[in-house]
């Protein structure tokens, strides 16, 4: 089971941390992902970090701007977010995934999604 939370209104450019915990499972066993969804759009592909955090990949939207970290310690992964726009306005939903991927149909646990709303 997955738990998002951290998400909330903020103004364009500011920074905001999502958090992930993960139960039940073994975390360390899964490749995390984060993915987004906007009003009326496509889920889509924001990052991943490997099972032992030591690789990230990102989406070229968010590239330079979010980072995504995790501690096995803690089940949990992290999505910190800088530098936010408008367009970043979406549910934020994070994912458990046994290969590394950007493909929604490769993640077999979702949490419920936070919500990230950026006012400009």
């Known amino acids: 089971q997955l738990q998002a939370c951290g998400g909330g209104l903020v103004q364009a450019w500011a920074f905001l941390r999502l958090s992930c915990a993960a139960s039940?499972?073994?975390?360390?066993?899964?490749?995390m992902g984060w993915f987004r969804q906007a009003p009326g759009k496509e889920r889509e592909f924001v990052g991943s970090?490997?099972?032992?955090?030591?690789?990230?990949y990102y989406a070229d939207s968010v590239k330079g701007r979010f980072t995504i970290s995790r501690d096995n310690a803690k089940n949990t992964v992290y999505l910190q977010m800088s530098s936010l726009k408008p367009e970043d306005t979406a549910n934020y939903y994070c994912?458990?995934?046994?290969?590394?991927?950007?493909?929604?149909?490769?993640?077999?646990?979702w949490g419920q999604g936070t919500l990230v709303t950026v006012s400009s």
């Open positions: 994912s458990a995934s046994r290969v590394h991927s950007i493909r929604r149909i490769d993640y077999i646990y």
């Open positions: 039940g499972g073994a975390f360390s066993s899964y490749v």
């Open positions: 970090i490997s099972k032992s955090g030591g690789a990230t």
